[in-house]
C-alpha cells in the first residue's frame, strides 16, 4: 500500500536510480515505477502519507507503522531502543541490533560488523523510506534474511526555504525541528535539525535525542554529486522489565529485583540501583556521484562514521563502552533497456572499521572496576551482479553474490586476574567483599565466506498488476556482540560471579562461541496490484534455516551467550490494502503473518521462536471533513498470544490499541495536529525479554505507555 508516487528520491537505492535536481515529480514517478517492477518484498513509503507526517520527531514505530512485513516492538517510549525486525532476521538480538542493513541516503548506519544501534536511525529528516525485505537487498549488499531500510533525507530542491515544527504532550514529551533550503541551476542545500526528550511513562524513563545535518546537491555536466552529513546524539534510561502482576496493576513502576522469602521469586534486574542508560552519538559524512551516459548509470558512495556508545547494562552485564569508525565504499553499474529495472547490474560493498570497547563494573549506576579491554576489526566485502532478461511477456532476474566478512577481536587485558563484584541478595543495597577469577584470553580472528544467488520470474498478468516468484539464499555473518559476550553475572553480582556470596576463582566472565555464519534459502512469490479504488501488495515466504543465530537469556535477562540453532523455519505473509471508500474516506489495512520455528531441535522441537508475534495488525481510516480538516483513526492489534521464551512456557496477552489524531491546515503556510494515543489507556506489554527458558513471576514484559496526547504545529516559510 505504499507504493506510490513520491517527491525526488536523490539518494534513493532502488534499481537504477539516479540523483537528478530537476523535474522532481517526474523522478518521483520514475522511482515508484521501479519499485513497481522489482520482483520481491519492496515498499516505497512517502513520510507525507504517514499519520504522523506533520511532527517534528517523529519515532521509527510510527514512521514504519502499517508497513506490512515490518514488526516494530517498542520497549520504553520515546527515542530509544525499539526491536525492529524483518521476517525474523535479528529477532533476538538487543540492545545493539543486527539482521538488516540500516541505510541513510543510501549509506550504512551500520559498524562494519552489521551491528546498530536502532536509536540512531531518524525518520524526522527523512522525505521517503524505502524498504527492502529479504533478497530484494541482495544487490545493496544487505545478503541478510531481513533486507535493508533506506531513509531518504529532504534536499533543498524538494523543501525550499524555512520549516519549522513543534510538538509538545503527555510525560513530559517536546520536539523541536527545522529546516533551511535553498535550490539554483547549479545545485541546492538543505540544513536541518532535530530535538526531542520526553520524561517518559514510567519511572526512570527518560529520554532525548538531538540531530543536526544537511547536504548538498552539485551538477557538474552529465555528474551529479550529493554531499551530506548528520551528527546525532542518543540517551535514554533503561527502564527495564515488569512482571506481568505490575503490568496489569502497576505499569509505571521500575522492577527492583526478587523478594526474599517472597515467592515467586520475581528475577529480574534490580533497576533503581544498577540505573541502566545508553548514550551514544554517531557523525556520519559521505558523498554519492551518479553519472549517466546514455544507458549507462555509475554510481559511486564513501561514507566515514564515528560513533561512540556507553551502555550501563543492569549489574549482570556492567558498563560496555565501545568506541570505533567505519569507513564503507559502494560501486554501482546499470546498463538501462527498455523496462523500468536495469538489462545488468553489478556492484560493490565494501566496509571496514575498528572500535575499542572497555568493560567495567556497574556499582549502584556507577562506574566500577574495569574488567575487559578489547580491540575490535571488522571488514565486510560483498560483490553483486545481476539481470533482468525479457522472456515474451515474462521477466527472468538471475543474481549472484560473494560475500566475505573478518571478525578480529585483540584482547588487550593484561592482567592474570579479573575483578568481580557482587551485592547481598538479601539485602541489595549491601556490597560483599570482591573476588577474582582467571583471565582467559578472548582474542579470536574468524572469516566467512559463501555466496549467494537468487533467481526470480515476474511478469504482468494484467494492466497495472505485477506478480513475481523467487527463490534464493541469504548469508549472515555473526557481529561482535554474537562473539563476544559476557556471561556468569546474576541481578546481584556482576559477570564472572555466578552465586553472589561465593565468588568462583574458575568461573568464566566473557563467552567468546564459535558460530558460524547463519544460511537460508527462501520461496518467495509476490502480487501487487491496483483494481478501480483498491490497491493491494501480497508477498508469501517460506525460508529454510541453517545456523541461525541466537542471542540466549536466563530467566532474570542476564546474558549466557549466543548460539546456532541447527535448523529453523520461518513462513510469513505481508499483505497490504489501501483504498479510497467514497471521496472523504479512505482506508489501509497491514496484515503481518509470520511463523518462526525450530525445526526438530533436540531441546526445544517445533516450538515457535521466542519474541516473534504471529499475526500483526494496522487498520486505518482518514476522513477528508473538509478542505482544511483530516481526522483519521488508527487500531495497532496483536489478537494472540506471543511466546517469551523458546520453550513456549510464558506468553505475553493479545491487545489491541486505538491511536485518534486530526490535522488542521490554517493555510498554506500553517499546519496543526492533535494526537490521542492509546485512547482507551490499555495496559498491555508492548514487547518482552527473549529469554530461553522462562520462569514463573519473572519480569518479562515491557509495559506499553499509556493514554497520551500530543499537539503541536508545522510552518512554511
Known amino acids: 500500500m505504499t507504493l506510490h508516487a513520491a517527491g525526488a528520491l536523490a539518494q534513493s537505492a532502488a534499481p537504477g536510480s539516479v540523483i537528478v535536481l530537476d523535474p522532481v515529480v517526474i523522478q518521483g514517478d520514475a522511482t515508484a515505477a521501479r519499485f513497481r517492477a522489482t520482483p520481491g518484498g519492496v515498499a516505497l513509503i512517502d513520510r507525507s502519507e504517514t499519520p504522523t507526517a506533520e511532527e517534528a520527531a517523529p519515532t521509527l514505530s510510527d514512521a514504519l507503522a502499517g508497513t506490512p512485513g515490518v514488526v516494530v516492538q517498542e520497549f520504553f517510549g520515546g527515542n530509544d531502543q525499539p526491536r525492529i525486525q524483518i521476517r525474523g532476521s535479528g529477532l533476538q538480538q538487543n540492545p545493539t541490533e543486527r539482521g538488516l542493513l540500516v541505510l541513510q541516503d543510501g549509506m550504512p548506519v551500520n559498524r562494519a560488523d552489521g551491528s546498530y544501534v536502532v536509536g540512531l536511525a531518524t525518520p524526522g529528516p527523512a522525505e521517503d523510506i524505502e524498504v527492502f525485505r529479504g533478497a530484494a537487498a ?22 525550499p526555504g524555512t520549516r519549522l515544527s513543534f510538538g509538545a504532550g503527555s ?18 542545500a538543505l540544513l536541518r535539525f532535530e530535538h526531542s526528550e520526553k520524561d517518559g511513562y514510567r519511572d526512570y524513563n527518560s529520554s532525548r535525542r538531538s540531530s543536526v545535518g544537511g547536504n548538498a546537491t552539485l551538477q557538474m555536466g552529465e555528474a551529479t554529486t550529493r554531499l551530506f552529513f548528520s551528527h546525532t546524539d542518543l540517551r535514554f534510561d533503561v527502564a527495564g522489565p515488569l512482571t506481568w502482576d505490575a503490568i496489569r496493576n502497576n505499569p509505571t513502576s521500575n522492577h527492583t529485583g526478587p523478594i526474599p522469602g517472597t515467592p515467586p521469586l520475581q528475577p529480574g534486574p534490580n533497576v533503581l540501583r544498577d540505573l541502566p542508560q545508553r548514550a551514544t552519538t554517531q557523525t556520519l559524512a559521505g558523498a554519492r556521484t551518479t553519472l549517466e551516459d546514455g544507458d549507462n548509470i555509475y554510481d559511486l558512495g564513501f561514507s566515514l562514521s564515528r560513533t561512540d556508545d556507553s551502555f550501563r547494562f543492569p549489574m549482570s552485564a556492567g558498563y560496555r563502552d565501545t568506541d570505533g569508525t567505519d569507513a564503507t565504499l559502494t560501486a554501482r553499474y546499470s546498463r538501462m533497456g527498455e523496462g523500468e529495472l536495469p538489462l545488468f547490474e553489478t556492484g560493490l560493498y565494501w566496509s571496514v572499521g575498528e572500535a575499542d570497547r572497555d568493560y567495567y563494573h556497574n556499582l549502584s549506576g556507577t562506574r566500577g572496576p574495569a574488567f575487559g579491554h578489547n580491540r575490535l576489526r571488522a571488514d565486510t566485502l560483498s560483490l553483486f551482479a545481476g539481470a533482468n532478461l525479457p522472456l515474451g511477456g515474462f521477466t527472468l532476474s538471475p543474481s549472484v553474490a560473494f560475500n566475505h566478512a573478518n571478525r578480529e577481536n585483540d584482547d588487550r587485558w593484561d592482567a592474570a586476574t579479573r575483578p568481580t563484584v557482587a551485592y547481598n541478595p538479601a539485602t541489595p543495597g549491601m556490597p560483599l567483599p570482591n573476588g577474582t577469577v582467571a583471565a582467559q584470553d578472548t582474542s579470536y580472528d574468524r572469516s566467512y565466506s559463501g555466496f549467494t544467488p537468487a533467481l526470480a520470474l515476474s511478469w504482468q498478468p494484467a494492466e497495472d498488476q505485477f506478480a513475481w516468484i523467487s527463490i534464493s539464499r541469504g548469508f549472515e555473518p555473526p557481529t561482535h556482540d554474537d562473539l563476544l559476550g559476557t556471561v556468569g553475572g546474576t541481578p546481584n553480582s556482576g559477570p564472572g560471579r555466578p552465586a553472589p556470596g561465593a565468588p568462583d576463582p574458575t568461573a568464566v566472565m566473557f563467552a567468546t562461541p564459535n558460530l558460524k555464519a547463519q544460511t537460508s534459502t527462501t520461496l518467495e512469490l509476490g502480487w501487487r496490484g491496483r483494481w478501480q479504488n483498491l490497491e493491494w501488495d501480497a508477498t508469501a515466504y517460506h525460508s529454510r534455516i541453517r545456523n541461525e543465530l541466537l542471542s540466549l537469556r536466563d530467566e532474570s535477562g542476564a546474558t549466557l ?123 498491555y506489554a508492548a ?22 496526547i500530543h499537539v503541536g504545529t508545522r510552518l512554511r516559510f
Open 138 to 159: 541482495n544487490r545493496l549488499g544487505a545478503n541478510v534474511l531481513g533486507g535493508a531500510l533506506n531513509f531518504i533525507s529532504a534536499s533543498g530542491a524538494t523543501t
Open 171 to 188: 510525560f513530559g514529551r517536546v520536539d523541536v525541528a527545522g529546516s533551511y533550503g535553498v535550490v539554483n541551476e547549479q545545485g541546492d
Open 561 to 683: 551467550a549466543s548460539v546456532n540453532a541447527d535448523r529453523t523455519r520461518h513462513t510469513g505473509l505481508e499483505l497490504g490494502l489501501s483504498g479510497d471508500l467514497n471521496d472523504r474516506l479512505r482506508g489501509r489495512l497491514a496484515w503481518t503473518w509470520q511463523d518462526f520455528r525450530f525445526d526438530g531441535d533436540p531441546v526445544r522441537g517445533d516450538n515457535r521462536i521466542a519474541g516473534a508475534p504471529r499475526h500483526l495488525i494496522t487498520a486505518a481510516l482518514d476522513w477528508q471533513a473538509s478542505e482544511q480538516l483530516t481526522v483519521g483513526g488508527t487500531l495497532h492489534w496483536i489478537p494472540d498470544e506471543t511466546p517469551v521464551d523458546n520453550m513456549n512456557t510464558m506468553f505475553n496477552d493479545a491487545y489491541a490499541v486505538v491511536d485518534l489524531g486530526a490535522d488542521y491546515a490554517l493555510n498554506d503556510r500553517a499546519v496543526v495536529f492533535a494526537r490521542v494515543t492509546n485512547l482507551f489507556d490499555e495496559r
Open 687 to 708: 514487547s518482552t525479554l527473549v529469554v530461553d527458558v522462562a520462569t514463573a513471576g519473572q519480569a518479562a514484559f515491557i509495559p506499553g505507555e499509556g493514554r497520551a
